[in-house]
Structure formats: C-alpha cells, structure tokens
C-alpha cells in the first residue's frame, strides 16, 4: 500500500478517491479550509491523524479510522461510506456516522449531537457517547459496553440488541421495533412509547411513566425504580423483581411483581384487562 505520512492537508477534496493508501499521523486543517478531503476514497487506512475541516469521510468503501481525533469544527465527518472499522478514535462535531452500511466501532469517544442516523449493520463496543439524538431510523445495530448519555435516543430503531450498558437518556426506543437490551441500566423518562416487540432482560430501569403505548412488551427478571403510571395501554409480560410504584390501565396480558404501590384502573380509554400480581408468593418463578 502506499504510504502518505506526516503531512498537512487544508485545500478541497485534497486526498480525494485515493486507493490502497495508509494516511499516517497527517493533520487536516489549515486557512483554506477545505471540505471533503477523503471522499471516495477505497481501501485506505487512516491511523494517528487529527480533522478539523468539514465532511472529511463521505463516500469511503472499505475503510479504517484508528487512533484519530475529529474535533467539534469536523461536521457530519462520515457519511454514505460502507465497510469501515473505527478504533480508539475520538469523534466530535454535529452529524457524525450518517447513512453509513456496515461499520464497527470500537474503544471510541463520541460526542455527536445527530449520531448515526439511517445507518444500517452498525456494531458498536466498549465506548462512550454523547448524542440528543442517536440512531434515529437506524436498523440493525450490536451494542456492548456502552456509556451512553442523551436524549431522544434510539427513536424509529429496527432490530437492535444491547448489552451491558448505561443508558441514560429520556423518551429512548420510542416506536422502535424489534429491541433487545440486556443486563444493562436505562434511566429514561417516558421509556419507550409506541414500540413493539420490545424485550428487557435483567435491567434496571428508572423514571415517570415507562412502558407506555407497546405492544408484544416482555420484561424479564427486571427492576423498576421510581417508576410511576407504568404500562399504561400496553400487552406486557413482566416479571419484576421489587417495588413497582404504580401500574395503570395496561391493556393487555400479565404484570408480576413482588410489590406495586398503586394500581390504576380508572379513565381507559380502551379495555384493560392486563392480570396484575403484587405478591411474590403468587409469581410463577
């Protein structure tokens, strides 16, 4: 492969469509202020650079982004580019990682207002990110160790699992389809409204209203930690270890738990005919 090392790079689409190529410890900035400096760009390595110009990866096919930083002035950094591997890098700047097919991304700091957006086959482990919104109207998405903090998160999601995680964000997986999350902690007010087919197993969850909204809903071996006016409208089955603070009007299928403080059943707008245990020794365990 070639080698492009210790340089600077400021004009418009300065390294634009090269190919087999290792960019090495290059800095990209300068008074020109060029954008698009990557693009269309197939096989190349970059490893030990640092971005502050706009648009830098759009376009990329089979790409690897290593020990890199991207600093807030670098926006939507990657976008329509397929195939990549992200690592130990450090992404700022509105817009990151945007219709983008097949990425891994892995020990990274992100801080991206609008991360990931309609990406698809996005795996994602042992990072942390800050993002408002991240993954809207993404599909198929791994995710493991993550320490996450944000707000309209994960919203129009299709087939995601994660695993080990901290989330702490508010109006998370709202009409998200397909979701697994396990063995993690969600702190979200109005968590996960409209959604369907929706799983939690072994997390601990906390905030008002929760739970609203879903249908084919599956709690498994969970927590719920000040979390009020729970369920309202949803088909649940849910098994939950500890104190529910309050259930309201869920619409359909099985809600157990070792305690509810209160249970709601006024004002439905649709029948609700949910089966709710508040006593540990009537719960099939």
């Not at 949910?274 to 719960?283: E, G, P, S, W, Y």
Request: net charge negative.
């Amino acid at each position: 492969m070639e080698l492009i090392e210790n340089k600077t790079f400021d004009r418009e689409r300065a390294l634009y469509n090269i190919q087999d190529t290792v960019v090495r410890a290059c800095t990209f900035a300068g008074p020109a202020d060029g954008e698009s400096v990557l693009k269309e760009t197939r096989n190349v390595v970059i490893d030990g650079c640092t971005f502050s110009l706009r648009y830098p990866v759009w376009h990329a096919k089979k790409y690897e982004l290593r020990n890199s930083k991207l600093d807030e002035i670098t926006r939507a950094s990657l976008w329509y580019s397929d195939d990549g591997l992200i690592e130990n890098t450090e992404i700022s700047g509105v817009k990151a990682l945007r219709e983008c097919r097949n990425t891994v991304i892995r020990n990274c700091r992100i801080e991206s207002p609008e991360f990931g957006w309609k990406t698809t086959d996005t795996k994602i482990s042992d990072s942390s990110i800050v993002s408002e919104y991240i993954f809207l109207d993404a599909s198929d998405i791994e995710i493991d160790n993550i320490d996450f903090n944000g707000k309209y998160s994960f919203q129009y999601v299709r087939n995601l699992v994660i695993r080990n995680s901290e989330l702490d964000t508010k109006d998370a997986f709202w009409h998200a389809k397909n979701v697994t999350v396990m063995d993690s902690v969600i702190k979200s007010e109005y968590l996960a409204w409209f959604s369907e087919g929706l799983t939690l197993v072994r997390c601990k969850i906390t905030g008002t209203q929760p739970l609203c909204y879903c249908k084919d809903l599956k709690l498994i071996d969970c927590e719920m930690t000040d979390c009020d006016l729970s369920f309202e409208y949803s088909d649940v089955e849910a098994d939950i270890r500890g104190h529910i603070d309050s259930v309201k009007n869920p619409r359909s299928g099985r809600i157990c738990a070792d305690s509810i403080g209160e249970i709601i059943k006024e004002d439905s707008i649709m029948e609700s005919n949910a089966v709710i245990i508040a006593d540990t020794r009537l719960c099939e365990r």
